[in-house]
């Protein structure tokens, strides 16, 4: 990707001021600003547009309990910050540009719908990527995909502006031609690879943060299975994500490869180069086949084996630093379907925190019904729908 933003840079000042070096250096200082407020800004920028909020350990122990032990398991220098977003969607993501300024957020809908084992796996997941710097991989590539991308569409709007009020494409290159005599044929040769160029560009770097997206994803999944010790956890709530149809409301093209699956479901089990994550089916299956163990070496065997490849995805260095680690037995409900009754009140606990956080009030009727009213409607006369009191809101 560097590379296309070294070509790209060279070959836009060639043609519009006929020297390389100036269009690589424009090229670089936007490279460098836009990669200063990614570094420092970007786990902001991301949680801001997610719509992400802040919670405490007083508003979901069981959350806050759960990424704890995936810290402790990770061995991560810091808890991370604990988002919630108010989405329907089975999603999650982790930010952040080191372990010691990193956040992990999911969804209301996630919190509702995983067991603890689920939620286990899920976390696992996104703290490996706090881990292993895929944060911040995932964000600078982005930035050089951006970088590209704006590059490639100003210059193109420049050139076509040119050649229509202009007569022709680049100012500088048109003057430098007539000036050598022979060089107009040099600089149709550079046009024609300029303009190729700024087509392709965007293209093939976005493959590559596409390809690097789906390999982290696949090492987020065999680090998850390594801390909770049980792969089933994760697999049983990517079963629950597959099945899931709801889109996330506030995801991008820019920010799909930071989720745990593709947050837009008309492209979710696309397994082509421009998926931004492996197939949910296969993902599932290299989890449900690591039958002997949950160690990096279990987890690459049962990759090899579901991609009948001989080509691990795990490096035998990390296979054997990790060791061997067995499997653990699932906790009360496990993988099963919690009874109906648990089910409600998670649901019920999750409604009430996102009310709270929402700045909802909440008045107790005497006839035992809870109101629940907006900040819109606090101050004002507000009956029970039960039982008809009226309550000063």
């Not at 696949?218 to 049980?230: E, G, H, K, Q």
């Not at 099945?243 to 008309?266: D, E, H, L």
Request: with cysteine.
């Amino acid at each position: 990707m560097g590379a296309l933003l070294v070509f790209i840079g060279w070959f836009i000042g060639l043609v519009f001021a006929a020297n390389g070096i100036a269009g690589l250096v424009i090229a670089l200082i936007i490279w460098g600003i836009m990669t200063l407020v990614a570094y420092f800004q970007g786990d902001n920028i991301l949680l801001s547009v997610a719509g992400a909020k802040k919670i405490s350990p007083s508003d979901h122990q069981q959350l806050y309990d759960v990424v704890e032990e995936m810290k402790i398991a990770s061995g991560l220098e810091k808890m991370p910050d604990i988002y919630i977003i108010d989405d329907p969607s089975l999603n999650a993501f982790a930010t952040g540009r080191d372990p010691n300024h990193a956040a992990v957020s999911i969804t209301s809908g996630l919190l509702q719908k995983l067991n603890r084992d689920e939620l286990q796996g899920v976390i696992g997941h996104e703290i490996s990527h706090i881990k292993h710097r895929d944060v911040l991989l995932m964000s600078m590539c982005s930035v050089l995909l951006g970088t590209i991308v704006i590059l490639s569409f100003y210059a193109s709007r420049m050139m076509m502006f040119g050649a229509i009020f202009g007569g022709g494409g680049g100012g500088g290159r048109r003057g430098s031609s007539k000036n050598s005599g022979g060089g107009g044929g040099a600089a149709i040769i550079i046009l024609v690879l300029a303009i190729l160029l700024m087509i392709l560009a965007p293209l093939f770097a976005q493959l590559i943060y596409f390809a690097i997206s789906r390999k982290r994803e696949y090492l987020a999944d065999a680090s998850s299975a390594l801390y909770t010790r049980y792969p089933a956890g994760l697999a049983s709530a990517l079963e629950k994500l597959e099945q899931s149809t709801t889109p996330v409301k506030n995801a991008t093209q820019a920010t799909a490869p930071m989720y745990i699956v593709n947050p837009f479901r008309n492209k979710l089990n696309v397994n082509n180069l421009t998926s931004t994550h492996p197939p949910l089916e296969e993902r599932i299956r290299i989890l449900r086949s690591m039958a002997g163990g949950a160690a990096y070496a279990n987890y690459d065997q049962a990759y090899r084996q579901v991609k009948n490849t001989n080509s691990g995805i795990i490096s035998p260095q990390s296979a054997a630093a990790a060791g061997t680690v067995g499997l653990r037995a699932a906790v009360a409900g496990g993988p099963v379907e919690p009874p109906v009754d648990d089910k409600v009140s998670r649901t019920r606990d999750v409604n009430d925190m996102m009310y709270r956080m929402n700045d909802y009030k909440t008045i107790e009727c005497e006839c035992g019904a809870k109101l629940k009213v907006p900040p819109s409607m606090q101050g004002s006369m507000i009956k029970c729908p039960r039982c008809g009191r009226a309550h000063q809101a």
